[in-house]
């Protein structure tokens, strides 16, 4: 069935460092992939998209490509603040068909020092 | 995008009891999920609800122990019944609009069993 793995965490970084946290999926077609943020004590939120090969998402200094020959979905950033510490979920979903539900990879932390 | 709201936003219960967790969209939406994400882990989905019938369950979920309900397109309630400390979790409302290839998270219900 379809899935995403991401990298294990934690990661930890110091301010203004360059991230990255890989993320590959397996699933039949070519699904909507999307990275989702959780900060300490909230709810999920929407960090950014791509609805096709190719496509790149970005969002507050957050980018990744939709890479259907390698599977992957990878996160970067190349300037890191303090308060980018959160736990980072790859997602993916399907446009059509199916129930729209989404598939999680296990969520990688990512912890900022000053 | 859609505003999700939960309530309560946490809970601390004993052993036995029963739990009802409401999530109220601010617009109409096509389809309403339950997720649960217990200490630690990613996001699992319980369940879609399903306006006007009958929830459709993932694998390891029954009715019994977690009945859902969809009265109308904004609004849905999960029940976590007959509770034990395995049961302690965050329990997140999700939405996906027609118009938006993404799902919009409550901010989640925290749940504590003694």
């Known amino acids: 069935g379809d899935s995403v793995t991401q990298m294990e965490g934690p990661v930890t970084l110091s301010e203004e460092a360059c991230l990255t946290i890989?993320?590959?999926?397996?699933?039949?077609?070519?699904?909507?992939l999307f990275w989702y943020v959780q900060y300490p004590g909230e709810g999920l939120q929407l960090l950014l998209k791509?609805?096709?090969?190719?496509d790149k998402g970005s969002n507050k200094g957050f980018e990744a490509t939709y890479r259907k020959e390698t599977t992957s979905f990878h996160l970067e950033k190349g300037s890191v603040q303090v308060s980018d510490s959160a736990v980072y979920f790859c997602?993916?979903?399907?446009?059509?068909?199916?129930?729209?539900?989404?598939?999680f990879g296990q969520g990688t932390t990512l912890q900022v020092k000053p | 995008s859609a505003v999700i709201s939960q309530k309560p936003s946490r809970d601390i219960c004993q052993r036995g009891t029963s739990l009802t967790i409401q999530c109220q969209v601010d617009?109409?939406?096509?389809?309403m999920f339950w997720y649960r994400q217990q200490p630690g882990q990613s996001l699992t989905l319980i369940a879609t609800?399903?306006?006007?019938?009958?929830?459709?369950?993932e694998s390891g979920f029954v009715i019994d122990k977690f009945p859902i309900s969809r009265p109308n397109l904004t609004f849905s309630t999960l029940t976590v019944s007959n509770m034990s400390p395995e049961d302690s979790s965050i329990y997140l409302c999700?939405?996906?609009?027609?118009?938006?290839?993404?799902?919009?998270f409550g901010p989640g219900t925290r749940l504590t069993v003694l």
């Open positions: 890989n993320c590959t999926y397996t699933a039949t077609g070519y699904p909507s």
């Open positions: 609800a399903n306006q006007g019938s009958e929830a459709t369950y």
């Open positions: 999700s939405a996906r609009t027609a118009s938006y290839n993404e799902q919009f």
């Open positions: 617009s109409q939406v096509t389809m």
């Open positions: 997602a993916l979903s399907w446009r059509s068909g199916n129930t729209g539900k989404l598939i």
């Open positions: 791509a609805t096709k090969a190719d």
